[in-house]
DNA sequence: AACCCTCGCAACCGCGCAGAG
DNA sequence: TCTCTGCGCGGTTGCGAGGGT
C-alpha cells in the first residue's frame, strides 16, 4: 500500500495557474507567510494541491526572483557548481541569488548540457569525452555504427562521498592527474589569509574542504556550512 | 496555409528526510 | 523506538511557441 495522496485529487485544479489564483496564493502568503502549505490552499480559498502552491510561490511568485536570460557569470558559475555538486539543484540555486531550482534545472537541461556537448565535454562527469568508431570484421557489408562517445578517464565519485582508496590497482589512465588541489596565485595567497574554505559534513561525519576560489567565488561567498546536507 | 518537428519552460509525480507525537 | 505527517528535492511530463518543410 503507497502512501496516501498528498491531497484530496479529486476536488483540486491541475495545470497552468490563472492570474487569479495566482492573486489569491500571492496574497495570502504576504499576509501570512510561507510555509503550513498543507493548509494554505483551503485558507486561501484555493482549488489546489499544497504541493503546487509551493511549487507556484518559489518558481514563479516570489518576488525577490530575477527572471530572465541567465548572464555569463551565472553560466560559469552553474557549471563549476555542477562539477562540485552535481545534479543538487537545490544547493545551486542558493548560490544564485533570484534564481530557483527548478530554473536552473531547465536552463541546464536544455543550454548548458548542449553547448558542454558541443565544446566536447561530457556534461555529467566535467571531463572531455572522445569520439570512436566501432569497425566490425564479421560483416564487411555491414553499415558502420555511428560514433560512439567514450570517456577519456573513469567517471568521479558521486560528488560529497568519501573517495575510496583503489587498493593497489595502478590507475587506468596514468596520464591524468586527478588531484584537485587548486592553489592561488601567489598575488593572491597573500592577500587572502586565512584562505576561504568551505566545509561539507559526510556521512561518517568527517569534511571535505574546497577552496572557495576553486568556483571563482568571493572570499567568503562559499559556505556550505549553512547548507542543508541530504 | 497546413502540417510536423523541436525546443523551452511550467507543472506534476514520487520518493526520501526530518520532526512531532 | 516506531509511526505518521508535511516538506523539499530531483526526475519526468505536458503543452505552447516557433521554425522548417
Known sequence: MGRSPCCEKAHTNKGAWT???????AAHVRAHGEGCWRSLP????????????????????????????FTR??????????SLLGNKWS????RL??????????????????????????????????????????DPDAPPK???LILSSPPPPTPLQPV?????????C???????CISLPFQQQEDALPPPRAHVKTEQGGGLCFSSNFLGLRAGMLDFRSLPMK
Open 174 to 180: 596514468p596520464d591524468l592527474n586527478l588531484d584537485l
Open 97 to 138: 541569488p533570484g534564481r530557483t531550482d527548478n530554473e536552473i534545472k531547465n536552463y541546464w537541461n536544455t543550454h548548458i548540457r548542449r553547448k558542454l556537448l558541443g565544446r566536447g565535454i561530457d556534461p555529467v562527469t566535467h571531463r572531455p569525452v572522445v569520439a570512436t568508431t566501432t569497425v566490425s570484421f564479421a
Open 146 to 148: 555511428p560514433p560512439r
Open 42 to 69: 483551503s485558507a486561501a480559498g484555493l482549488l489546489r494541491c499544497g504541493k503546487s502552491c509551493r511549487l507556484r510561490w518559489i518558481n514563479y511568485l516570489r518576488p525577490d526572483l530575477k527572471r530572465g536570460n
Open 164 to 172: 575510496k582508496e583503489e587498493e593497489s590497482k595502478p590507475p587506468r
Open 19 to 25: 492570474r487569479e489564483e495566482d492573486e489569491r496564493l
Open 73 to 82: 557569470d551565472e553560466d560559469d558559475l552553474i557549471v563549476k557548481l555542477h
Open 91 to 94: 544547493l545551486i540555486a542558493a
